[in-house]
Structures are given as structure tokens and as C-alpha cells.
């Protein structure tokens, strides 16, 4: 009777998972198994607990910036350029090599010396961070060469020529973030640009671009020159920076599935922004890019994104 007593409180405790002081058994042999298989059971616990803690440690975040770490009731930025959409055709025989930067992805013609496209997506987010108080200032950056680039002009060589160094991709765009606007300043992100277009109406087309994705939460942007037959030369010491006779740029909104682009001449383009709305298609017919199929290539109602 006393040993069906002993199983039952050894069952009773097995049960509930705690281990019975050796008064209890009246077995000290036992009693030290019952010890040892509690101790390990409850060391087995702790591991599978400490395991699963590992586990979620090792959740992969985007890796962001000081700057974006800091901006309060924003989301984490991901590198943006590895969107599948900002993938452009170059025509066949044009010199070009692709740059996947931290947010943009530059077709640079290394023959040229100057981008064939300049792609990015920027999100509502990216405008915030970089409409922020505390947001990079474009007077820290300087023009440099990339040195990793062949053909890659050096900042000095834009000197004299009557030209500014025209971003393709705006600073304007990428003060969210450090790396990102070192990347926009350099010279692979440079075209000859006519001054005057430059200060005055390609910005305006710029700031346009900036609201837009702030309204619509995402949009991907196309910025490139369209070249003459015979195109001007410049250049400090040789002439081999061409200069282009235009710029093109294309905006697409996924969310909307909405497109259209513009078309400046590099020169003083005065008037209102409707009046250099193009299709995508016509881009494509004056460059001989080809953007993604996914890209409505007819539209252009410009009234759609006022």
C-alpha cells in the first residue's frame, strides 16, 4: 500500500512538473534520479526558450542611416534600386555600363562621359525625411569623380565650358540620407546642362516630381539626355564630355498605374510645364531607350498629376 502511495505521489509530480523532496520518497536513490531528470527537463525548458530568443535576433532589418534613425514616425528606407521596373534597354552599339548606387541606378556611357538614364523610385517617406527639419544640406557636398567608373569626369573638367553640372537625379531628392546624396554628386550623375534651364524651369519640373511622390506615396523617376547626331564637346584639357541637345524625364506611379514624361531642350525653356508633356513612347522614339513593358507608354494628360 505505502509503495502504491510513493508511485502515485511520484506520478502526481511528474505531472505537474516539480520535484518532491526526498522526505517524501523515503528513497534517497530515487529520490536523486527523480532530482536529475526534474534539473534536466527544466535546463531543456531554458534552451528551447533561449533558442527561439536566437532566432528572432537574427531577423534581417534594412540597414539605414543616422539620418534615418533619427527622423521621428518614419518608417525604415530599403536600398530603392533594386526595383525590377528601373531596369532600362539600351539601344545596341551605345556605349554603357549600369551602377547600381544606394538609391540610384545610373546607365552610364563611359564613351560619352555622361549617363545614358539616371533611375530611382522615390517614396512619400524618402520626401519627408528629406523635407525634415535636420536634413542634409547640399552645400556640405561636393562634385567628385568616381574613381571605380572608367570615363567618370573629374569635377574641374566642367569648368569654363558654360555649362552646369546638371543632376539627374536632384539633390533635392536624396536629402534623407548621407550616402545617398554623396552618391547623387558624383560626376556619373552629371550632364552638361544649360544654366539657365538648370536654376529655372527644369528645377520647377523637379520640385513638381518631389510633390508628386509625397502625394501618390511612390513613383519611379527616368532621367537621361537625348543626344544630336553630332553632339558639342567639352572638356578642360580634351574635349570628350558630350553635351546634349535635351533631357527627358519619366515618371511612372505604380500605385496609380499612371505615366507621362517631359522633354526640355537644353536651353532657357520658358513657359508652362504643359508644354513640354510628352508620352513615354515619344522618349523612347528620341533616345532609343525602352522602359518597362509594365509603364503606360501612351499616356500624357498632364492634368491627371496636377
Known amino acids: 500500500m505505502r509503495q502504491t502511495v510513493k508511485i502515485w505521489v511520484l506520478i502526481a509530480a ?3 512538473g516539480g520535484a518532491l523532496p526526498p522526505q517524501v520518497m523515503g528513497d534517497n536513490e530515487v529520490t536523486m534520479q527523480w532530482c536529475a531528470q526534474a534539473k534536466s527537463k527544466k535546463k531543456s525548458k531554458k534552451n528551447k526558450k533561449k533558442k527561439k530568443g536566437t532566432a528572432s535576433s537574427l531577423v534581417s532589418v534594412p540597414t539605414i542611416s543616422k539620418t534615418t534613425a533619427a527622423t521621428k514616425g518614419t518608417t525604415a528606407v530599403a536600398q530603392q534600386n533594386t526595383n525590377a521596373l528601373l531596369a532600362v534597354n539600351i539601344p545596341k552599339g551605345v556605349s554603357n555600363q549600369v551602377l547600381n548606387y544606394q538609391t540610384i541606378r545610373v546607365n552610364f556611357n563611359p564613351s560619352l562621359r555622361i549617363p545614358n538614364c539616371v533611375a530611382y523610385e522615390l517614396t512619400a517617406t524618402m520626401v519627408d525625411m528629406a523635407d525634415a527639419p535636420g536634413h542634409e544640406n547640399r552645400k556640405s557636398y561636393n562634385y567628385a569623380r568616381d574613381g571605380k567608373v572608367k570615363g567618370c569626369p573629374e569635377n574641374w573638367e566642367y569648368r569654363g565650358s558654360g555649362y552646369s553640372r546638371g543632376h539627374m537625379a536632384p539633390a533635392m531628392d536624396m536629402r534623407w540620407d548621407k550616402t545617398a546624396m554623396t552618391q547623387c554628386f558624383y560626376m556619373t550623375n552629371m550632364c552638361p546642362q544649360d544654366t539657365k534651364l538648370n536654376n529655372d524651369h527644369w528645377r520647377v519640373l523637379e520640385e513638381k516630381v518631389h510633390h508628386w511622390a509625397k502625394r501618390d506615396k511612390r513613383i519611379l523617376v527616368f532621367t537621361g539626355p537625348i543626344m544630336g547626331k ?4 567639352i572638356g578642360k584639357d580634351k574635349q570628350n564630355i558630350a553635351v546634349p541637345d535635351a533631357f527627358f524625364k519619366v515618371l511612372y506611379a505604380p500605385g ?11 536651353k532657357p525653356c520658358p513657359g508652362n510645364i504643359s508644354k513640354y508633356a510628352v508620352t513615354v513612347a515619344e522618349v523612347e522614339r528620341r533616345t532609343g531607350l525602352t522602359f518597362s513593358s509594365a509603364i503606360p507608354k501612351r499616356q500624357c494628360n498632364l492634368a491627371d498629376w496636377e
Request: no cysteine.
Open 14 to 16: 511528474m505531472v505537474m
Open 230 to 233: 553630332n553632339p558639342k564637346m
Open 256 to 266: 496609380q498605374n499612371r505615366a507621362i514624361a517631359f522633354i526640355y531642350d537644353n
